[in-house]
């Protein structure tokens, strides 16, 4: 079992910033690819930004120059650092890894980009 915990959403106004954190329970998170997805109210769950093990990065086309996802290996942990934030970007963003063939999903955290 893997559990994934996000953290680091809240409410901002358009063109803040947002650090979002996402810790995982198992050492072998060294060896997953991580991802960030998001879904807003009535839409679909897409994917946000996705990191390699091996560091490379991959980002929707409405997020990049923007959103940038990072992880440490030593700590777990998975990042998704959101600047020049748009009402648009409002969603409950989701950390996601596949381990062993199976999908994990973290809990979700809430980001409101609001005036």
């Known amino acids: 079992q893997v559990q994934l915990v996000e953290s680091g959403g809240g409410l901002v106004q358009p063109g803040g910033s947002l650090r979002l954190s996402c810790v995982v329970s198992?050492?072998?998170?060294?060896?997953?690819?991580m991802a960030w997805y998001r879904q807003a109210p009535g839409k679909q769950r897409d994917l946000v930004a996705i990191i390699t093990s091996g560091g490379s990065t991959n980002y929707a086309d409405s997020v990049k120059d923007r959103f940038t996802i990072s992880r440490d290996n030593a700590k777990n942990t998975v990042y998704l650092q959101m600047n020049s934030l748009k009402p648009e970007d409002t969603a409950v963003y989701y950390c996601?890894?596949?381990?062993?063939?199976?999908?994990?999903w973290g809990q979700g955290t809430q980001v409101t980009v609001s005036s």
């Open positions: 996601n890894c596949v381990a062993w063939g199976t999908p994990y």
């Open positions: 198992r050492s072998s998170f060294s060896s997953w690819p």
